[in-house]
């Protein structure tokens, strides 16, 4: 069984940063697959990023370039590091887990933190 947790969800102004960790209480952490995905009331939950059990990454067109995913397998925690926010990225904010393989598709992973909200205020 895995169990997820977020923090670091807050409000910030557009432009700042904020970065989101989720930990994780499961064996052998590194050897499953990280990803953040994001919902945003009336929407459906988007993917944002991933980070494989090999450190592969790979990003959503909407946050490339602003948004950084990493892990740190000795402290069993998934980072997100958000920089030059914006209204639009305002939204809850889930880790997820998936033993090995990654993907962008909800029913890739197997597990859910229970979200961290995050308002970027104009």
């Known amino acids: 069984q895995v169990q997820l947790g977020e923090s670091g969800g807050g409000l910030v102004q557009a432009g700042g940063s904020l970065r989101l960790s989720c930990a994780a209480s499961?064996?052998?952490?590194?050897?499953?697959?990280m990803a953040w995905f994001r919902q945003a009331p009336g929407k459906e939950r988007e993917f944002i990023t991933f980070i494989s059990y090999t450190g592969t990454t790979y990003y959503g067109d909407s946050v490339k370039g602003r948004f950084t995913i990493s892990r740190d397998n000795a402290k069993n925690t998934v980072y997100l590091q958000m920089n030059s926010l914006k209204p639009d990225d305002t939204a809850d904010y889930y880790c997820a887990a998936a033993k090995l393989r990654a993907g962008v598709r909800l029913e890739d992973y197997n597990y859910w933190g229970q979200g961290t909200q995050v308002t970027v205020s104009s």
């Open positions: 499961v064996r052998f952490f590194s050897t499953y697959s």
